[in-house]
């Protein structure tokens, strides 16, 4: 059962559309796995929509512009036509693993190995610094120690993995700030998508070698 969950302020954000790209990708995902996230969103919507429609016209000129408004709202397809240009699945490793829907039309870096991790970076347009990236940590994976100088966020999509605070499964919302130091590591190996918005500092090891490590994994 998924126990990480992105908070209601994050939700709203998300329903409003006002998140940073990497941002509503990341929530996208988590609403693939949760229901009750999904449900919070789709609530968070229909609030947005009532404060948007619950106006009245200001005098009856503006009537008709709300009218025509409402009229071409009401005309916009149902569902929007996702174009999905890219296989629902990737191989890593000589292994196939599915991709969140969300996921399947973002293009990627070519897979870059340091020992027992790798990373895909995803292309986006992003304004607000944060990196993207598939991480796939093999079975027996650890990650050296290390803390954040911003925010972390790990989402594992297959397999799990545990650090000093717990375990997390696919879908788990795993949100860190620069104050936890943490070694994540995984026994069965664990596909994520992880969202940086600063270079990881490493704590423990050799700094300098880890830390360019760290500019790496970024
Ligand atoms: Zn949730």
């Not at 990708?25 to 693939?32: T, W």
């Not at 919507?45 to 948007?52: F, N, Y």
């Not at 949100?175 to 995984?186: C, F, N």
């Not at 190996?189 to 090891?205: I, K, R, S």
């Amino acid at each position: 059962m998924i126990n990480f969950h992105p908070d209601n302020a994050l939700l709203a954000a998300y329903a409003a559309d006002t998140l940073p790209l990497s941002m509503t990708l990341a929530v996208s995902i988590h609403v693939e796995f949760c229901p009750a996230c999904a449900r919070r969103v789709a609530e968070f919507e229909r609030q947005l929509a009532e404060t948007l429609l619950i106006g009245e016209p200001q005098n009856e000129a503006d009537e008709p512009v709300f009218d025509e408004m409402l009229s071409f709202i009401l005309q916009q397809p149902e569902t929007p036509i996702v174009q999905e240009i890219r296989e629902p699945t990737i191989e890593i490793q000589g292994q196939t693993f599915w991709l969140p829907r969300s996921l399947r039309h973002i293009a990627r870096q070519n897979w870059l190995q340091m020992g027992s991790i790798g990373r895909s970076r995803l292309l986006l347009e992003d304004q607000s610094g944060g990196r993207a990236s598939l991480m796939y940590l093999s079975a027996g994976a650890a990650v050296p120690k290390h803390t954040h100088r911003g925010l972390e966020l790990t989402l594992p999509i297959t397999g799990a993995f545990r650090d000093e605070q717990g375990e997390y499964i696919p879908g788990d919302f795993v949100l860190r700030d620069g104050k936890t130091d943490h070694q994540p590591q995984s026994a069965e190996g664990c596909l994520c998508f992880a969202l940086l918005d600063a270079p990881v500092h490493f704590t423990q090891g050799l700094p300098r070698l880890l830390n360019n490590f760290g500019e790496l994994l970024y």
